[in-house]
């Protein structure tokens, strides 16, 4: 059911809003690309303010501790693979490192690889399958905080049951390990076949090109994997009555861009500014790499809000040209005749 009672606690939305809501959870647009009717001006508004009703900051600190709380299982998990593995696994680890070190920033990377190396000096089978279980179990239960919080921003009081969520969860967290591989993978592949190149192809300028166009194939197939990553989260995470897959959206757009720009720049902060380490300390590491995990979630919930708000606005739009909330619907279809029937959208 959609909301009788706003899930932070403030009044119930008034009659006329918690309809809209209903028609977004049961009629999903086929495109969110379509702005002719609500400016970017207008949206960027209305996405701040919902931002702040649905406590986005706050819920982002708590994605933040969820995604650190499912790092070190997953290191546990990767440490015993790598133990296991050939001594060849030592220059797959080197080059997984520097891919990490682009995002990550360098002095939480330290704590990482100290935790990583400490927990690879003993390794077994039964390790194995017991960091396995406990990574896609801890993941999972970030993926449930990230339901939750897509719930709130589509206004879902009640969605799925604790069992169903559960489940859910875990399928959602497998996908996205199966993802996340395949753009490591390509990554590291792009990162061989350059190597390959310089090492076969006697003319430099041509060894060079190749090696650039490999590397840039790569990066791009890293990128759309990442897209796809927001894809599936957007659309099996929240609790709608309905979905319809989207690719790319303008929320995972924005919210891929600017993952990148803060991490980047958060880096370079950390970098010519060091003053957390007289503030924090020893854990001054720790607490970069929570920020970064929250500047992680932070991003992933303003796409959705990007999202939800185009919904939202698409529906307004419907309920605009009549006043008859059933007419609207039976005129919606799934909500492709009516915007095609204004303005040619």
């Given at each position: 059911m959609v909301i009788g009672a706003h899930p932070s606690?403030?009044?119930?939305?008034?009659?006329s809003e918690t309809r809209v809501w209903e028609l977004v959870s049961r009629l999903p647009l086929r495109s969110l690309w379509h702005l002719q009717s609500v400016p970017p001006r207008v949206l960027a508004a209305r996405t701040w303010n919902s931002m702040q009703v649905d406590r986005i900051f706050g819920h982002a600190a708590e994605l933040g501790f969820y995604f650190l709380f499912a790092l070190f299982p997953t290191l546990f998990c990767a440490s015993s693979v790598l133990g296991l593995a050939a001594r060849s696994a030592r220059?797959?680890?080197d080059q997984l490192l520097d891919y990490l070190s682009l995002v990550i920033p360098t002095a939480a990377l330290g704590t990482v690889l100290q935790t990583f190396n400490e927990t690879a000096v003993a390794a077994s089978s039964g390790k194995l399958t017991f960091g396995l279980i406990a990574a896609i179990w801890s993941a999972s239960v970030g993926i449930s905080a990230v339901q939750d919080t897509l719930d709130?921003?589509?206004?879902?009081?009640?969605?799925?049951s604790y069992f169903v969520a559960r489940l859910y969860a875990i399928a959602i967290t497998i996908i996205l390990i199966f993802i996340f591989t395949g753009g490591l993978a390509t990554l590291l592949g792009a990162d061989?076949?350059?190597?390959l190149a310089h090492r076969n192809i006697h003319y430099s300028v041509l060894a060079t090109a190749l090696s650039i166009t490999v590397t840039l194939i790569g990066w791009m197939i890293a990128t759309l994997l990442l897209a796809l990553s927001f894809a599936v989260i957007y659309y099996w995470a929240p609790s709608v009555k309905r979905r319809r897959w989207h690719w790319l959206t303008p929320g995972a757009a924005v919210g891929i861009g600017a993952w990148l720009i803060a991490s980047l720049g958060f880096r370079v902060y950390i970098h010519y500014f060091q003053g957390y380490s007289v503030t924090y300390g020893s854990l001054g590491a720790v607490i970069i790499l929570l920020t970064w995990f929250y500047i992680t979630g932070l991003m992933l919930l303003v796409g959705a809000e990007i999202n939800s708000e185009i919904e939202c606005a698409a529906v307004e739009d419907v309920l605009s040209v009549s006043s008859n909330p059933l007419l609207a619907?039976?005129?919606?279809?799934?909500r492709s005749a009516p915007r095609k029937a204004q303005s040619g959208r």
């Open positions: 606690g403030e009044p119930p939305p008034p009659r220059q797959f680890y709130v921003v589509y206004k879902i009081e009640k969605g799925r061989f076949f350059s190597r619907e039976e005129m919606s279809g799934e």
